[in-house]
C-alpha cells in the first residue's frame, strides 16, 4: 500500500509564489513516475507536471504546456518526496492540486488514467 500526502497550498495573491510538498508511504518502489494534477471549481482534474520516479527515464520531468515558465517539479528520492514549485501565481491557477503515483507508460503519463496512488489534495487559491 502507498499513502501519499500533499502539503504547502494556501491563500496567496496573484504574482506569489508556492512550493508544494508530497511525501509518499509505503511500497514506493513500485511507482515508475509521481505527478500533480489539479481541479479547479466545476473542472475535471488536469495534468500539471510529472517525474519519472525509476527506470531510465529516472529523474526526467515533464510539464504541462500551460504551467511552463511558471511551474517546476522536483524529487528528493531519499525522503521519498516530490514538490511542485509555483511561480507568478495566477487567479486560474486556484484549484485542488493533487499528488498522485503509479506506473504510467508515456501515453498514459499526462492522464487520470495513468495512477494508482492518490493524495487528498492541498488547495491553492489565487486572490488579491
Known amino acids: 500500500q502507498v499513502h501519499l500526502v500533499e502539503s504547502g497550498g494556501g491563500l496567496v495573491q496573484p504574482g506569489g509564489s508556492l512550493r508544494l510538498s508530497c511525501a509518499a508511504s509505503?511500497?514506493?518502489?513500485?511507482?515508475?513516475?509521481m505527478a500533480w494534477f489539479r481541479q479547479g471549481p466545476g473542472k475535471e482534474r488536469d495534468f500539471v507536471g510529472a517525474?519519472?520516479?525509476?527506470?531510465?527515464?529516472?529523474?526526467?520531468?515533464y510539464l504541462a504546456d500551460s504551467v511552463k515558465g511558471r511551474f517546476s517539479i522536483s524529487r528528493d528520492r531519499a525522503n521519498r518526496a516530490v514538490y511542485l514549485q509555483i511561480d507568478n501565481l495566477q487567479v486560474e491557477d486556484t484549484a485542488v492540486y493533487y499528488c498522485?503515483?503509479?506506473?504510467?507508460?508515456?501515453?498514459?503519463?499526462?492522464?487520470?488514467?495513468?495512477?494508482?496512488?492518490w493524495g487528498q489534495g492541498t488547495q491553492v487559491t489565487v486572490s488579491s
Open positions: 517525474i519519472r520516479w525509476s527506470g531510465g527515464s529516472y529523474g526526467t520531468t
Open positions: 509505503g511500497n514506493t518502489v513500485s511507482f515508475h513516475a
Open positions: 498522485a503515483a503509479g506506473r504510467p507508460i508515456r501515453s498514459t503519463l499526462e492522464t487520470v488514467g495513468g495512477y494508482v496512488y
